[in-house]
């Protein structure tokens, strides 16, 4: 069968599309696919160990997830060119609201950094559990190394994919098995009836974990700047789907299986997801499944190193005084011969090290801190979707707005009846006025709105100019 020269062109063109959107999809995916690691654990521990009440509780945040999602697919329609939340709420209440979303970025970033390498920390005790005195210098060991490379420039997305595709094919290894498992399902506990749902509206919203890079696509997409605003809607509207489809199954499969295999609270020098893949058999397969998410947990620490410092970079202000936003100092801004801003990965680095080492590299206690900040950030996303759809006479989407805000704003109000939450609540608050303050001396500079969309394309800049260098050819041959 042969391809005319027009068909073979629509199918190269077809194909590389298809590749861009996989690599594209399961990049901006590594963050929430690396929850799975903690989130179904922290609400294993907030139920107190009641597994009757596990499915019922991620079931809840699958549900939530799927809100926020419904939300954002309508967001990344009306802000193709990303944004995220931050764009929303610059458009629907003015360009000051716009730090809010944006102080809840900066301390969700240092919080997915601090939690990712002590998860990560985690899963190698686990495998290696001679190494548990070592907790917090091993912790601190990996986020030395993870920010360390950051000097020698930003890890592409393809990387990204290819760890979180790694870490679901070596989950589904471990679930096989489990298929098979010939144990009796566990009957709900006699007497909690009357309180499940009130112990499972308390536990759902620690368990919220999971959904931290949700947003992801709706601000990634400004990266795609080889595709227009079609294609880059198109393309942040797939991954916010495939996202939901692969961590909430995900999620579903590990808690069933834990269920039906009746795994407990892990003791401290273990993990949840680490006692499934023991029980699945096989030393190799538990040995592949913990190295997995290992590197999948610090390629999430990565990509908020990546994240956060460019994010800082495109809001400050400019040595030559060109700078669209000029709100911080212009040392934030100033990158090394790999176009890193180094010193914003020195300040992410300080403040993550000091979050690790405050709670002991204990990723179970960081999970208390770290389902807020981003819901801040959810809120306003959501409330500022609301505004729009009202002022364009879609009561339908009013409606899942409104839906999906209560849910959000219940999630923050449960989570604040924890201190952990509060400081998160604080921080974010702090760094959001920081921001403001900045701007208002810096005169109200028009566009700060667009800061997180600026600091994404900035990104894929840098990819780019990593690849000339790397292949000066590529280059010569596109031009010749």
């Known amino acids: 069968m042969t391809h005319t020269p027009t068909r073979r062109a629509g199918l190269r063109w077809l194909h590389g599309r298809t590749a861009l959107l996989i690599a594209f999809a399961f990049s901006v995916m590594a963050d929430p696919v690396s929850s799975v690691a903690y989130a179904i654990e922290a609400a294993l521990r907030a139920l107190d160990g009641n597994l009757a009440l596990l499915l019922p509780a991620m079931a809840a945040v699958v549900g939530v997830v799927a809100l926020v999602v419904a939300s954002y697919h309508q967001l990344v329609a009306r802000?193709?060119?990303?944004?995220?939340?931050?764009?929303?709420?610059?458009?629907?209440?003015?360009?000051?609201?716009?730090?809010?979303?944006?102080?809840?970025?900066?301390?969700?970033?240092?919080?997915?950094?601090?939690?990712s390498v002590s998860a990560g920390s985690s899963a190698i005790i686990s495998y290696v559990p001679g190494l548990a005195p070592f907790r917090l210098p091993l912790a601190l060991a990996l986020l030395l190394i993870v920010a360390g490379l950051m000097w020698f420039g930003h890890?592409?997305?393809?990387?990204?994919?290819?760890?979180?595709?790694?870490?679901?094919?070596?989950?589904?290894?471990?679930?096989?098995?489990i298929l098979g498992d010939p144990r009796v399902p566990l009957e709900p506990y006699e007497g909690l009836t009357h309180s499940a749902p009130i112990a499972v509206a308390l536990a759902f919203p620690v368990a919220m974990a999971l959904a931290t890079g949700i947003e992801a696509p709706s601000s990634a997409i400004a990266q795609l700047a080889q595709l227009d605003d079609s294609g880059r809607r198109?393309?942040?509207?797939?991954?916010?789907?495939?996202?939901?489809?692969?961590v909430g199954t995900l999620t579903l499969a590990i808690t069933g299986a834990v269920v039906w295999l009746g795994i407990g609270v892990p003791h401290e020098d273990t993990t949840l997801v680490a006692e499934l893949a023991r029980a699945a058999d096989g030393r190799a397969l538990f040995a592949a499944f913990q190295g997995a998410t290992a590197l999948l947990l610090l390629s999430a620490a990565s990509s908020s190193f990546q994240a956060g410092p460019g994010?800082?970079?495109?809001?400050?202000?400019?040595?030559?005084?060109?700078?669209?936003?000029?709100?911080?100092?212009?040392?934030?801004?100033?990158?090394?011969?790999?176009?890193?801003?180094?010193?914003?990965?020195?300040?992410?680095?300080?403040?993550?090290?000091?979050?690790v080492a405050a709670a002991g590299a204990r990723d179970q206690r960081l999970v208390l801190f770290y389902a807020v900040a981003v819901f801040v950030s959810f809120l306003m996303g959501l409330v500022s979707m609301a505004r729009f759809s009202h002022r364009d006479g879609r009561p339908g989407w009013v409606v899942l707005n409104v839906v999906a805000a209560v849910a959000v704003g219940f999630t923050l109000v449960a989570n604040l009846t924890r201190p952990a939450a509060i400081g998160s609540l604080a921080a974010t608050g702090l760094v959001a006025g920081g921001l403001y303050w900045a701007w208002v001396r810096a005169g109200r500079p028009r566009g700060a709105s667009q800061a997180v969309a600026e600091a994404e394309a900035g990104e894929a800049e840098v990819d780019e100019l990593v690849l000339d260098e790397l292949a000066p050819e590529r280059t010569e041959g596109a031009g010749a």
Do not use: Q, Y
């Open 79 to 115: 802000f193709p060119e990303g944004g995220g939340s931050a764009a929303a709420a610059g458009g629907a209440f003015g360009e000051g609201f716009a730090f809010v979303p944006m102080g809840a970025l900066v301390v969700d970033f240092v919080l997915t950094i601090a939690i």
């Open 155 to 177: 890890l592409g997305r393809a990387v990204f994919a290819l760890l979180t595709v790694i870490f679901v094919g070596t989950a589904v290894a471990v679930l096989l098995p």
């Open 234 to 246: 198109s393309f942040g509207r797939w991954a916010l789907w495939l996202t939901l489809g692969i």
């Open 311 to 355: 994010l800082l970079k495109a809001l400050a202000r400019s040595d030559d005084g060109t700078s669209r936003h000029g709100v911080l100092p212009s040392v934030l801004g100033r990158t090394n011969r790999h176009h890193v801003p180094m010193v914003g990965v020195l300040v992410f680095l300080v403040a993550s090290a000091l979050v």
